[in-house]
């Protein structure tokens, strides 16, 4: 069996979040990405999403730059290929530096496809091998620590496994004392999206009292060397998110004892093919691993949850329920989280259906391309 691509449709998408959402970097509320559908010659569909966001401020990779990649380059090294297996994509796009998150929303359509065909779930595709996931929540920077306490009282009731709390200066070790007080036992790690530098590292210290499952991305978005010098220094756990692009990175990163965990996105590091190699080199270092969120929408979600099957994905991930983000997603049915679990579909590719009246109702642009 072999992927033979005839269409590629780029639908540019624009939903509201429920709730604004703050990190180190500013406030959004609105999302804009692209969702890929490919339709190979027998008619299957497969669907990708792209995870940049408007501004570069996560990376350097913006919903524009996707889609200047995927139409100008990436999708015309697609053309007339015969793929006889999502692996084969990575190096089918290796002539074009970076740019993973555009990458990635191709890649992740070839494998729906592929598994599709198979007639099989993408978990079991990609040797996933779990039937349910633990998920957390990522909550965002709040106006006050008494907002953000109501928040975690909300999700830690609804049952999510962990609660992540963004933090930036003047917003962390007194903020998190709180929320531990209020909190003894519930498992909580703060995110800094790089907010801090080694410059900090007496304060970022005083994280090691309050029993924090780790601290996300504390330094610079392209430092392990810095981060192997904090690492050494905390009893805390540093995980790697932003600093992590690919198997080579996650490599030198682990030599260099900057992380203890690794935050995998699929984005971030080109794609399923990727992520993969970087979790099975993580099970083999003893590294635990966790799947990350780019508030996607639902098809972004159904690929990172066939990713969290995977056996090294020890740690409850960002993959939240539907509802966290959206009044209304665009898959069917929407991905729902019970007491923290989401049971795995064990239909044919990513399990979720298109919800095309959604797809129409959130589309602004839909580009079509003979391949
Ligand atoms: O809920 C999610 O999808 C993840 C939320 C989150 O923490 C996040 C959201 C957008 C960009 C970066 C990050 C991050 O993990 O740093
Ligand atoms: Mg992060």
């Given at each position: 069996m072999t992927i033979s691509l005839k269409q590629i449709k780029l639908h540019r998408l624009k939903m509201m979040l429920n709730d604004p959402f703050t990190t180190s970097f500013g406030t959004f509320q609105e999302k804009e990405f692209f969702i890929i559908e490919m339709i190979d010659e027998d008619g299957i569909r497969g669907y990708g999403e792209s995870v940049a966001f408007s501004s570069p401020w996560y990376s350097e990779e913006t919903v524009e730059t996707n889609f200047h990649m995927m139409k100008d380059f990436l999708i015309p090294l697609l053309k007339k290929k015969v793929i006889?297996?999502?692996?084969?994509v990575e190096q089918i796009f290796s002539p074009i530096k970076r740019n993973n998150m555009a990458k990635s929303a191709l890649e992740g359509a070839v494998w729906d496809v592929y598994a599709k065909q198979k007639q099989i779930p993408l978990a079991e595709a990609l040797g996933g091998t779990k039937r349910q996931i633990e998920v957390g929540i990522s909550l965002g920077i709040e106006p006050t620590v008494k907002d953000l306490l109501k928040k975690v009282e909300t999700y830690v009731q609804e049952g999510y496994k962990r609660i992540k709390i963004k933090i930036k200066p003047g917003y962390d070790v007194d903020m998190l004392r709180e929320v531990r007080r209020h909190f003894p036992d519930t498992p909580i790690m703060a995110d800094a999206n790089s907010a801090y530098s080694l410059a900090d590292l007496e304060h970022l210290r005083k994280l090691d009292e309050l029993n924090l499952m780790m601290i996300e991305q504390p330094l610079a978005h392209d430092d392990i060397v810095d981060h192997a010098i904090l690492q050494a220094a905390l009893r805390t756990p540093v995980c790697l998110d932003e600093s992590i692009h690919s198997l080579e990175d996650a490599r030198k990163a682990i030599e260099l004892g900057s992380c203890k965990i690794i935050n995998i996105k699929i984005g971030r590091v080109g794609g399923l093919t990727e992520s993969k190699k970087i979790h099975d080199l993580a099970k083999e270092k003893g590294i635990d691993v966790w799947c990350g969120g780019m508030l996607e929408a639902g098809i972004g979600r159904a690929h990172n949850i066939a990713l969290t099957t995977l056996s090294q994905f020890v740690l409850p991930g960002d993959t939240a329920g539907s509802s966290r983000y959206w009044k209304k997603d665009i898959i069917k049915p929407e991905v729902e989280v019970e007491n923290g679990i989401i049971h795995v579909?064990?239909?044919?590719?990513?399990g979720y259906e298109m919800d095309e009246e959604a797809l129409k109702e959130f589309t602004v642009a839909t580009e079509t391309i003979h391949v």
């Open positions: 006889a297996h999502p692996n084969e579909p064990n239909k044919p590719g990513i």
